[in-house]
């Protein structure tokens, strides 16, 4: 780090956080000036500009998506902090541990154009810590430990004549606790261990089911050990694919995106453990993802259980618990139930495949199936799957599978936004290694949300950037929720957008596909060395009468 020069409290802010983070995004502006610049100039850590302010936020939750370190993101007091806000919210629903550093009122009163901001970082869940003159590092480390702490999103406010006030020589914080993971005590904890292993030890067809908690707590290996020990088929949700190492017994991800072969087999599991997932509807099917006759347990280190079909709750790190079982089961000499043996997993895992074999609907748009799964075949492997919201995901998630879950995120999913897009790719290019893909996952209306970051994306991304923009000419997921009940269609429609073309306005290599051949021009990409060639954006004209299966489901519970 270099030697201390610059004494303002903006500066005592920006080494503290310095020494937490390795990347800060966001937007430049008055109430954050001081900030960056003392960022800049006396940090090692790197700043990464954004279009809009929403982006350094979304780019700051990618980032930690995909490395498990600290996010932070900056922007300005007023206008820029209420940018922020639908981003925070997402943050916040998803439990990424973040610090968004933005000015703020002056001490002496709000100005006209303020606003409350603390009250708004409430109303979406952020709590926020306001830096004096004399107490910047301690501040920032508090706002840091709650953020790791409760994994959730904190604003550190520097009031505007503050930032640049004299605040003395730069005394360094003591570094935030870390929390330790969450271990079962009690008598009513181990009462519920001991009634775990012994259902586990009894099961003729026990299944395991792994959310991102699990990835959180580094459960991957011990959760394999646990699915052989006991002979389990096993299963992710659609933040935590590829936790289990072993793929010859996994049906993949559960819920909408789940194979309709691969859910069926889960009903007929007779115990059930869920590891660091929060069963929420999209996961449980609506509720139907297990059968009545199924003991379900679940683990997690929320207080409750967060379903009511949870019969038994183990409120612990996930980690923790697997490791346990492995042991408990091992002293009991139970034997695996041999269930996974008798199944043919790998056909279950099947999906839908196009009804034409030229890749096109019956409208003469193509069939985003037969795009989805091109696509898969020319992608390198060594990737990371960013995916915006819309009725499209669930193409990516069917069709392109991914090692581990810090290699797929959905940022704006928790939230229920569109839009996040462009800028996730910033977040996780910085994260990952030279040489790895960012594959963007879009929607038509998300992009034209995010249209501003698409310059962020192929400045930061590069050569090694893909983005695959699903363009129907509509809101996809409007049309087939309300349009089958008869509302208008005029506002759900979107004319169609040339994204191809401003993708080479920024830069990059735009192609238009309207029939599979044309994305011969991503094989040809690939086969290039990633410094020969340009961020590509891929505008594929697909039809809007081809419904993803989850958006089916979701269909059908709307209807009852």
């Not at 922007?75 to 933005?102: D, I, M, W």
């Not at 002496?108 to 830096?131: E, F, H, K, M, N």
């Not at 060594?382 to 810090?406: E, K």
């Not at 839009?419 to 996780?428: I, N």
Request: glycine content about 10%; overall charge negative.
């Amino acid at each position: 780090m270099p030697a201390p020069s610059n004494t303002t409290v903006a500066a005592h802010v920006a080494r503290t956080l310095a020494a937490h983070v390795d990347h800060v995004f966001g937007v430049m502006g008055n109430g954050n000036a001081y900030f960056l610049d003392a960022l800049e100039r006396e940090t090692d850590a790197s700043f990464t500009a954004v279009r809009h302010e929403a982006g350094g936020v979304v780019a700051a939750d990618a980032h930690y998506r995909a490395s498990k370190r600290l996010a932070a993101a900056t922007a300005t007091y007023g206008a820029g902090f209420t940018n922020t806000l639908t981003s925070l919210a997402e943050a916040a629903q998803a439990r990424v541990p973040l610090v968004l550093v933005v000015g703020d009122e002056p001490t002496s009163g709000r100005r006209p154009w303020d606003v409350d901001q603390i009250a708004l970082a409430s109303a979406v869940g952020a709590r926020t810590y306001t830096v004096g003159r004399t107490d910047a590092p301690a501040t920032t480390v508090i706002a840091i430990e709650h953020a790791l702490s409760y994994r959730v999103p904190v604003v550190l406010a520097l009031p505007y004549d503050v930032a640049a006030a004299e605040a003395g020589p730069f005394v360094e914080a003591p570094a935030p606790r870390h929390p330790a993971p969450l271990t079962p005590t009690g008598a009513f904890s181990s009462g519920v261990l001991a009634e775990l292993v012994a259902a586990l030890a009894g099961a003729e067809r026990p299944f395991l089911l792994a959310g991102r908690g699990a990835w959180l707590a580094d459960a991957g290996e011990a959760l394999g050990e646990l699915a052989a020990s006991t002979g389990a088929i096993t299963a992710s949700t659609a933040l935590g694919r590829g936790v289990f190492p072993d793929t010859r017994y996994d049906l993949g991800v559960t819920g909408g995106f789940g194979a309709e072969g691969a859910m069926e087999l889960v009903r007929e599991a007779d115990v059930a453990v869920v590891f660091g997932a929060s069963l929420n509807q999209f996961t449980m099917r609506f509720g139907e993802l297990f059968a009545p006759g199924t003991r379900v347990f679940q683990v997690d280190v929320a207080p409750s259980a967060t379903h009511s079909h949870v019969g038994g709750y183990l409120r612990a790190d996930a980690g923790v618990v697997a490791r346990a079982l492995v042991a408990e089961l091992a002293v009991t000499g139970a034997a695996p139930s041999g269930w996974r043996e008798r199944v043919d997993v790998a056909s279950l895992r099947a999906y839908p495949a196009p009804e034409r074999g030229d890749g096109l609907a019956d409208d003469g748009r193509l069939d985003p199936r037969a795009v989805a799964l091109r696509v898969a075949e020319l992608l390198p492997e060594d990737r990371v799957v960013v995916s915006d919201g819309g009725h499209f995901i669930g193409w990516a998630n069917m069709y392109w599978p991914v090692a581990s879950p810090d290699r797929m995120m959905m940022v704006g999913t928790a939230f229920q936004s569109i839009g996040q897009g462009f800028p996730s790719v910033a977040g996780a290019a910085r994260a990952t290694g030279a040489e790895t893909t960012i594959v963007l996952t879009s929607g038509d209306g998300g992009g034209l949300m995010a249209l501003a970051d698409l310059e962020t994306a192929v400045r930061t991304a590069g050569g090694r950037g893909v983005a695959v923009i699903w363009n129907d000419a509509a809101y996809g997921a409007e049309v087939n929720l309300y349009g089958l009940k008869g509302l208008a269609e005029g506002p759900m429609l979107i004319p169609e957008a040339d994204f191809a073309a401003a993708a080479a306005a920024f830069g990059a290599e735009g192609v238009v596909v309207r029939e599979l051949a044309d994305l011969d021009a991503l094989a040809a990409w690939a086969a290039r060395p990633v410094s020969e060639r340009p961020f590509l954006l891929l505008d594929c004209r697909i039809s809007g009468t081809v419904v993803a299966p989850y958006q089916e489901e979701i269909i059908r519970v709307n209807s009852r």
